[in-house]
């Protein structure tokens, strides 16, 4: 059997080998029907190759896979982004490049054009039902800083707005971690599975090393851009409540965000920033419905549908606006710099991958890129769970605590935490 799972480009298939499999092989006439038993050997071969690294993104109109690396874009800090994407694409073989930037501007991302890419129209209901990964308590979870100090650094940051009204600072996104440790072992496809069932976020899993021992999984409701062809659009999140136990109260809950002068206001420095963001690439760009309410299955969100049309095909690929548009306010703060300056001052750690963005881009441009949210990033044996809120004049750190704890539940609900008493709950509720 001469093809090695290098060679193979593409294949279309679910898993059953009495499926008639399409395979693009390098070099060979295209596409090859291959019969029963090559598609077997075939299968045998890719086993090995294809179950390493994994690249899963789920929403309610589709469902892109991607598994092995066929060929590793360089790394690099966000300002050459575009560039070694550009690069890598006219380099290789057809196939988008999937992967994940971190916050830090000057971290090294992980981009690849896999060896397997595979996009369907995903159906929630074909869906297994979520099956909780493992039963964990929640008290096997180390709060990174604890509620206490969590709400002392949202102290700090209201200082340091205070000290500069109205210019240097208007808003600060601070987050705050739970970590679990011994956590290499948990079965991160059902975990998937399970996250998948919140139809208003788009589940992700990226690995982000080719050992298996680094990935970032969650689901996230804020799309940061797509692009298709001249059409672009993004959906920032900005003002946030979380939902409530019964019909009546989560009504309320609503009600009190859309009121909220506050929410409004953190709200539109994020709609602003993306607007004025994608404004220079754009000859039409606007946004219909207005601000609206978005609920996820344990939030609720001010959000801003955005669609634009790019001025021509040359403008950036959907790669290259992720890149500008990366950190928007709603997780890093306005202005950009000084909330970046106040992060790093405040926050006791490196953020990593949480809160940067996930998504593909292909060689004519078009891809879509999601942020980072409601995740988790398993580091060795460590899994480390991530919410974070803005932070604004007028801001309350018990409110933030609260906030983060009703954030931390996307991702503690999917691993079957949810529903258990712990510190943070009384005040999430
Ligand atoms: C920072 C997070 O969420 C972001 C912050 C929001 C807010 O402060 O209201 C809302 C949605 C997200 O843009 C997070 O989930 O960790």
Not at 63 to 86: F, N
Not at 300 to 313: Q, R, V
Not at 358 to 381: K, M
Not at 388 to 395: K, L
């Amino acid at each position: 059997m001469p093809f090695r799972i290098a060679e193979i480009i593409k294949i279309h298939s679910e898993s059953t080998i009495a499926k008639q499999l399409q395979l693009r092989l390098r070099g060979a006439v295209t596409p090859v029907n291959l019969r029963g038993r090559l598609v077997l050997e075939v299968m045998e071969v890719s086993a090995e190759g294809l179950d390493v690294v994994q690249f899963h993104l789920r929403n309610s109109s589709q469902r892109i896979e991607a598994r092995g690396i066929r060929r590793r874009v360089e790394a690099g800090p966000r300002a050459t982004l575009e560039q070694r994407c550009r690069l890598a694409l006219k380099e290789g073989y057809g196939s988008p490049l999937v992967g994940s930037f971190p916050f830090g501007d000057d971290l090294p991302d992980f981009l690849y054009e896999p060896a397997f890419v595979q996009r369907a129209p995903y159906h929630a209901h074909t869906q297994s039902k979520a099956v909780a990964p493992a039963s964990i308590e929640l008290s096997a979870f180390v709060a990174h800083p604890t509620e206490a100090d969590f709400a002392r650094m949202v102290e700090q940051a209201l200082d340091l707005l205070a000290q500069q009204p109205g210019s240097a600072l208007e808003k600060v996104v601070l987050s705050r971690q739970l970590q679990l440790f011994g956590a290499s072992g948990l079965d991160y496809d059902a975990l998937l599975d399970s996250l998948s069932q919140d139809l208003a976020a788009t589940a992700f899993r990226v690995d982000l090393s080719e050992q298996g021992d680094h990935l970032l999984i969650g689901a996230t409701p804020e799309k940061l851009i797509s692009r298709k062809g001249l059409h672009v659009s993004s959906l920032p999140l900005a003002g946030s409540i979380p939902r409530g136990k019964t019909e009546v109260e989560d009504r309320e809950r609503a009600e009190q965000l859309s009121r909220s002068e506050k929410d409004s206001r953190e709200h539109a420095m994020t709609r602003e920033f993306v607007l004025d963001t994608l404004n220079p690439f754009c000859r039409e760009l606007g946004t219909q419905e207005g601000t609206i309410l978005y609920p996820t299955a344990t939030m609720w969100h001010l959000g801003t549908a955005i669609e634009g049309k790019l001025k021509g095909a040359d403008m950036p690929s959907a790669a290259g606006l992720a890149a500008a548009l990366h950190p928007t306010p709603a997780v890093g703060g306005f202005p950009r710099e000084a909330a970046r300056a106040a992060i790093a001052d405040i926050e006791p750690y490196d953020r990593g991958f949480y809160a940067g963005a996930i998504g593909y881009v292909d060689g004519s441009g078009d891809g879509e890129w999601y942020v980072s949210l409601r995740c988790a990033e398993l580091t060795d044996d460590r899994l480390t769970l991530h919410a974070g809120a803005g932070i604004v004049a007028g801001s309350e750190p018990d409110q933030e605590v609260r906030e983060t704890a009703a954030k931390f539940r996307a991702m503690l609900r999917a691993m079957g935490v949810a529903d258990v008493t712990w510190a943070g709950q009384e005040a999430a509720e």
